[in-house]
């Protein structure tokens, strides 16, 4: 089963944050082993807007973080497909305004894989059926 790694949860994961639960690092350690552990095309673009807004800081350089977060063993990047892509646009216009949070979400259904987050209107929506999720902090 691939296991998709939100943004936020790619961060807490290299940073060792304990808001990232057990439960969570279980499933992501067992996707790594397995060659299934994967993060959007996204993910950097948005951890770089991040730091260059300032509401991130890292101890390194953060093209050099990115380059070790994702060199990380099992772990691989899905490309933003035309279909991803168009995917994201057509998901309900209520459920996130966050674009990177649309392409993430799109990933992981084309995918059929498990997302990690923390994120509450991601983990709405698949209450409804939508997505399949891993509550980060569990």
Known sequence: MVTLLDTHVLIWLLEGNERLGQESRALIRSAAQADSLVVSAITPWEIA???????????????????????????RMMPLSIEISVASTQLPSD????????????????????????????????????????????
């Open 49 to 75: 807007m991040l730091v260059s807004k300032g509401r991130l800081v890292f101890g390194q350089e953060i093209g050099q973080w990115l380059r070790t977060a994702l060199s990380m063993p099992g772990i």
């Open 95 to 138: 459920f996130h305004a966050d674009p990177a949070d649309r392409m993430i979400v799109a990933t992981a259904r084309h995918l059929g894989a498990t997302l990690v987050t923390e994120d509450k209107l991601i983990l709405n929506y698949s209450r409804v059926g939508q997505l399949k999720t891993q509550q980060a902090s569990l």
